[in-house]
């Protein structure tokens, strides 16, 4: 009876030994929770940082690849002391002509800078591998339907010619081939259609002797930051249409100068001697060249991009501090002039968010190899 009354008082646990396996147990739990949510901030840091130098790379490259095509058959010493073109596209004329086309500089690379506002490259050139060489007009292109010039070799139906005046003012006008007739060396642009308006339209005249380059199917491309993502539109002359794409995810500001050849040292590069036209970049600046002598100094581009780590960190004690200083590039700042080009940030500082600069610099090989 005695052995009976002692296994029952042995059966079980008690109350307080439950609570106290219990509080074990949450502690446990506890301390398992919080290692998984550091370890899972480091995955998503780690994470972060790998997307925004992925993004980066990605977004530089693309920039870059497309500037190294700019100027092709347009580095022209004529071509380039024209402004804007004149065109005619889908019932209405550039805004050059008083139509609500944009305008398109005729330049190599145009860099668009608003402030406070990333910075937008426009790159544009020929897909004719004849466009190196142009024609001449053999005499007045008065006529609405048709051009004379001193030889047709490479043109095609469909391509897309530059006529430029050799004295100044200078123009420059861009219409569609509709048919080429070789025997009587004339270009075919029919009116109607996408690019030829009725008529003729209200282009200028050019007279013998003034060029004609064959650009074929242009390329002008737009590059920009919207909405934290590299977007490219594409004038598209290969139809009707003009197309936006946004390209690369977490892209927040994007910077460009130009590389000029103009002899003045405004201590952005280290030369030895800084000589005009000698084919040595003598300063880089984001002022825009005002005429043909000056587009024909710009020999590169230097450009700028910064990527956001997509990770939000808490700010500690109220405030941010993931990034507390603005990220730099190398043409954060003009020392001689002290005019600033920063980056800026879309949440202003200090930011909860880290931040990737990516830059370099892009030789304009087109403009270094022009033939005149």
Excluded at 185 to 208: M, T, V
Excluded at 230 to 239: G, I
Excluded at 355 to 367: A, D, K
Aim: net charge neutral.
């Amino acid at each position: 009876m005695k052995g009976t009354v002692m296994r029952i008082h042995q059966r079980g646990m008690s109350l307080v030994e439950i609570l106290v396996a219990v509080a074990i147990g949450l502690i446990g739990i506890l301390i398992i929770t919080q290692a998984y949510i550091t370890s899972e901030s480091f995955n998503r840091s780690t994470l972060g940082e790998g997307g925004a130098q992925t993004n980066g790379t990605i977004a530089l490259f693309t920039v870059e690849r497309e500037v190294r095509q700019a100027g092709y058959g347009i580095a022209n010493s004529f071509a380039l002391g024209c402004s804007a073109i004149n065109y005619y596209r889908n019932g209405a004329y550039s805004t050059s002509l008083g139509g609500t086309q944009p305008n398109i500089q005729l330049a190599p690379v145009f860099i668009t800078t608003t402030p406070g506002a990333p910075d937008q490259v426009t790159v544009m050139y020929s897909s004719a591998s004849e466009a190196v060489v142009p024609t001449t007009l053999s005499k007045s292109s008065s006529s609405p339907t048709e051009i004379s010039v001193d030889g047709t070799a490479g043109f095609e139906s469909g391509h897309m010619v530059l006529m430029v005046n050799k004295t100044p003012p200078q123009t420059c006008t861009m219409k569609e081939i509709t048919s080429v007739q070789v025997a009587s060396s004339k270009l075919q642009h029919s009116p109607g259609g996408a690019y030829n308006p009725p008529g003729g339209g209200i282009f200028p005249n050019y007279s013998k002797d003034d060029m004609v380059f064959n650009l074929g199917s242009p390329l002008v491309r737009t590059y920009s930051i919207a909405n934290n993502n590299l977007r490219l539109l594409d004038m598209a002359f290969t139809s009707p249409a003009t197309v936006t794409y946004d390209l690369v995810d977490g892209i927040v500001d994007m910077r460009a100068h130009y590389g000029k050849d103009n002899g003045v040292n405004n201590n952005t590069v280290s030369n030895a001697a800084f000589t005009a036209n000698d084919g040595i970049v003598d300063g880089y600046s984001g002022v825009t060249p005002a005429n043909s002598a000056e587009w024909q100094q710009v020999y590169s581009v230097r450009i700028g991009m910064l990527a956001r780590v997509g990770t939000y960190e808490k700010p500690a004690g109220g405030a941010c501090t993931a990034t507390t200083a603005l990220p730099t590039w190398s043409g954060s700042r003009d020392l001689l002039s002290n005019a600033l080009t920063p980056f800026v940030l879309p949440e202003g500082l200090p930011s909860c968010y880290r931040y990737r600069v990516f830059e370099t610099v892009v030789p304009l090989r087109n403009m270094i190899w022009r033939p005149v």
